[in-house]
């Protein structure tokens, strides 16, 4: 895209460039803080899951060595029965000492884990927040390059209502005996009474059709025709349209993200 920039948009582009860099800087910090804050929150979650896998382990061990426990007696408390309900029971001992052992650390890491999730989202919304800051900066960067669009844009509208103005005018001075039903022609009608002996329906019809075909109808419902044309045959040749008219757009946008200098 051909950057053509006035003097008016040079200082708002120098402004928006500043900003933008500031943004991204921000939201590199903000993401850096993210990421430790969630690298702290992992570790204590991983504090708490291994001490619950430690108390669900020993609670499995300590139900087996009662169970076991339960058929030895209905089997007589056999000799070997006794070894291997020994061995259970020692399994069982030693894994609730672990669990003892890592529901100690776990106890204080519950109450941590609150503020720890707190101040990721607090980081994480820090970034967001960044993000917003970047689009709009670079928005404005946009916006200023495309002052000569915008410019051209306003000339034209001027260009639009001077001519509309005078048509309407003459819509009036040719006074259709059945006339339109938009006000506004009603109303330039009115005014131009004066000049009703040059009436002729044949040239007032003549300017309503020029007029209903220069009407500027808002754009959604410009494009409905397009939109629903496109939903019957299966196609998308509007939006595809659109597309093309952002494309470069976009594309400024995804430079000056990479390079704020650019």
Known sequence: MTRKL??????????????????????????RDATVKRETLERLQAIVREANDAT????????????????????????????????????????????????INATPVRKELPRALDQLKSAEFDASACAGQISSAIGAIIAGEAAALLERYERIAEEYRVARREVTVLFGVLDPPAPPTNRGWELARDRSAQYRPATSAAGAQMVADALRRGTIQDFDREGAGSRAQDSLDGTAHYQAMLDAIAAPWLARAAQLRGDPES
């Open 6 to 31: 006035t003097l008016v948009s040079l200082p708002a582009e120098r402004s928006g460039r500043e900003a933008l860099k500031a943004a991204l800087a921000q939201q590199e910090q903000a993401l």
């Open 56 to 103: 669900q382990s020993a609670a499995d061990a300590k139900r087996e060595a009662n169970e076991f426990r339960q058929q030895w007696v209905r089997g007589g408390c056999t000799f070997s029965g006794s070894k291997t309900l020994e061995a259970l029971d020692d399994k069982a001992a030693e894994l609730a000492a672990v669990a003892e052992r890592l529901g």
